[in-house]
């Protein structure tokens, strides 16, 4: 496993938000809610007006006719106040009275004849008629003004509506959106925080008992399930490679004394598969104890050192750089690391390849850099190269996983990828640290305690 990179609470962009897409939805389909019942509403009311409005001017045009008819019926009475139009007509539709404001002569055609809708010196009228008797035929005209403001401002209304209240409904959704969903959030934020490498910590239940609480309650549930599977590996990747351990110190016990009887090849490359099956026992075995029981042994050794204990694990590497300086460091785990990726490096290049480790230092950082003349790395890989079991070029995978891991755990870091010239190339990095006369030197870099060189 590798170490976790510092915890950053992630944050959903607005446009994948749940909460973002909920309140859309309330608002569209708000908008389409008020956009059917507003549109109702007003067809009803509108219509409730223009039937008022008609019974109004049918009263009237009735009113004038049935004075006409009757002339002792309201004899000495004015017609109601009105604001209209009224004229009389004979049979040929030609004017024989009208109102002064029509501004029409006696006998001329009438002008309106057959129009229900009509303008009268620019104003829109509505027109009725009723037959006065001998007289002809009464012609009522009304404004319709109030009817055709009442009818815009209706219009602007519904219009102002639909465009206010999407916004208001767009807010408002997303502040509920956000209180009911903060208990979400809350579990999210901890989830990003859950270091898989220390324990799979359970997600906080909200006090309300909703499909937020259900979905946090199987996520528990969930952990505790994943949490168990990963003890129960360990511990079965602990026992394997406990088994493991004995048979393969006795190999290589055999091996070593063949080895001193004779020069036989055969002999050297079955202890060099011995190595390689004790370093991928200690690879296992470190997967299996997990990041946390790893110990550091901090010791101030030569460069020089660490430079001949790989130089005997993987024969045939080219050392580059500057190897006379110190390192601090634990030497165990940082060969074990530096021995990983030359491995890897070799069975990469194969058997007429190249492989390179060059050693820079800083004042800032210690810099070893592992180049090989094979292929390079799967470029669809990329970061997962360094998870465990994933491998690009048919090993256990687990070396790149333990590599970082121990750079890790000397505050350094490692990165891979492809060299410019070709192949693949591995950086791991560690604190540079220098040895001072002054105790106040070593208090101020905070360094532990040093041991002896090996």
Known sequence: MTRPAPFRTARVAWRHSLRFRLALVYTLVALALISVIGLGVMTLLLRSMDRQFQARLNDRAEVVAERFQNLKLGLGEALPPI?????????ENRVVAAARG??????????YAGQTRLEVLGTPMRAATRPAGDFGTVWVALPEEDLVVARQSAMRALLLALLVTPALMLIVGLWVGKRA????????????RIDPTRSVATLPLPAREDEVHRLLAALNRLLVRIEAVQAREKQLLGQIVHELGAPLTVLKASLARASERGDDPEVVRAALVADELTFTTQDLMQLARGHLEMKVAWHFIPARALRERLDRLVPGTAFEGNWSGMLLCDPDRLTQALRNLLANARRAAGPEGHVTLTLTETAEQVRFTVRDSGPGLPPELGEQIFEPFIS???SSGLGLSVARQIAAL???TLTGGNAPGGGAQFVLTLPSAALGDEEDEAEETGLPVLGSAP
Do not use: N
């Open 392 to 394: 690009g070029s048919g």
């Open 102 to 111: 029509m501004r029409l002569t006696q006998g001329e055609p009438f002008p």
């Open 83 to 91: 604001s209209g139009y009224t004229a009389i007509l004979d049979e």
């Open 181 to 192: 969903l903060a208990d979400l959030e809350t579990a999210a934020d901890l989830a990003d």
């Open 410 to 412: 000397h505050g350094g």
